[in-house]
């Protein structure tokens, strides 16, 4: 059983903060992993894919992949109000074209 | 832009009756996906198609069939519902390899 975790938060960060939020999948033949935003009552939206070792950045939005960890990581750099919402992680394993989430992380960035 | 889309937004029906939910994507993906996500739980796989008449069976299929007679369209038939199907209901669309998912806006499905 392909298993995809992260903290279920709330996470709290003040306006203009970073937001670290964190994953981690059992999968070790995991290829492709992804995080998505998801608003309350909305469907999970792309944010940010990453597929190697590293980081990768996009905007406000860092994403960090440490294969050899099995941990994937979303930065987000000076957070507003509007990035408030449940941060999706998710992974495709090798060979598979299905999607495995985690559970979810709630963000709350205040004013 | 990849554009998918679920019949309805919010819908309602009786125990016992047969409900059909679609998805219409207009990308010429070969994947279709099927999840329900509840509190707590997470997004859980019902059923995904790989291609037209082919289908597979997700992590939660009992309670659920799928149809895909197009590439574009892939149906989630709830044979006989009940009160713990009610959930919201979201489809999701991909080319075969790395990349990602795409979804639909979700169905709230509520049976009474």
């Known amino acids: 059983q392909k298993e995809v975790e992260q903290n279920s938060g709330p996470l709290s960060v003040p306006e203009g903060a970073i937001a670290s939020l964190n994953c981690t999948y059992s999968?070790?033949?995991?290829?492709?992993f992804f995080w998505y935003r998801q608003y309350s009552g909305k469907s999970p939206e792309l944010i940010m894919s990453i597929y190697s070792n590293g980081d990768k950045e996009d905007g406000r939005f860092t994403a960090q992949l440490n294969k050899a960890s099995q941990y994937v990581s979303l930065l987000i750099r000076d957070s507003q109000p509007s990035d408030s919402a449940t941060y999706l992680c998710?992974?495709?394993?090798?060979?598979?074209?299905?999607?495995?989430f985690g559970k979810g992380t709630m963000l709350l960035v205040s004013p | 832009d990849v554009k998918v889309t679920q019949s309805s937004r919010y819908l309602v029906k009786r125990t016992g009756e047969k409900v059909f939910l679609e998805c219409v994507q207009d990308?010429?993906?070969?994947?279709m996906f099927w999840y329900r996500q509840d509190p707590g739980l997470g997004l859980r796989l019902i059923y995904f198609s790989y291609d037209v008449k082919m289908k597979e069976k997700g992590d939660i299929p009992e309670g659920y069939s799928v149809s895909r007679e197009k590439k574009e369209r892939f149906s989630l038939i709830l044979e006989s519902a009940s009160t713990n199907q009610t959930s919201m209901y979201l489809c999701?669309?991909?080319?075969?390899?790395?990349?990602?998912?795409?979804f639909g806006q979700g169905t709230r499905l509520t049976v009474v």
């Open positions: 990308m010429d993906h070969e994947n």
């Open positions: 999701a669309s991909s080319l075969t390899g790395r990349t990602e998912a795409f």
């Open positions: 998710a992974v495709r394993g090798s060979g598979y074209s299905t999607l495995t």
């Open positions: 999968d070790r033949g995991s290829q492709s």
